[in-house]
């Protein structure tokens, strides 16, 4: 069974960064591909970034793009966001997804889900 565990949330001033990392375990981390979502508080879950099985394709939302960058350690089985100029509006519940295959950017097409961290960007 996959498990995935997100860490690195935080509060973080505006124009701030913040390294998210989420491990996955229990099968081949190099199978998944694996993305990003936030959910903003009282908002749907959005997609924020994916990265394919070898770190060939990236993507990204266009609210995030030039400023976050998503990687991957498949020896670590660790995906990795890294967050920097940190607006208030990127405040929210950060997920990291996995599923078997190839990149994708709508939430219906991953298969496993972390418990998500907590961001906060705020004076």
């Known amino acids: 069974q996959v498990q995935l565990v997100e860490s690195g949330g935080g509060l973080v001033q505006p124009g701030g960064s913040l390294k998210l990392s989420c491990e996955l375990s229990?099968?081949?981390?190099?199978?998944?591909?694996m993305g990003w979502f936030r959910q903003a508080p009282g908002e749907e879950r959005e997609f924020v970034a994916t990265?394919?099985?070898?770190?060939?394709?990236?993507y990204y939302a266009d609210s995030v793009k030039g400023r976050f960058a998503i990687s991957r350690d498949n020896a670590k089985s660790t995906v990795y966001l890294q967050m920097n100029t940190l607006k208030p509006e990127d405040t929210g519940v950060y997920y990291c997804a996995a599923r078997a295959g190839l990149t994708a950017t709508k939430e219906s097409e991953y298969n496993y889900w972390g418990r998500g961290t907590r961001i906060t960007v705020s004076t």
């Open positions: 229990g099968r081949t981390f190099s199978a998944y591909a």
């Open positions: 990265i394919s099985r070898f770190s060939g394709n990236e």
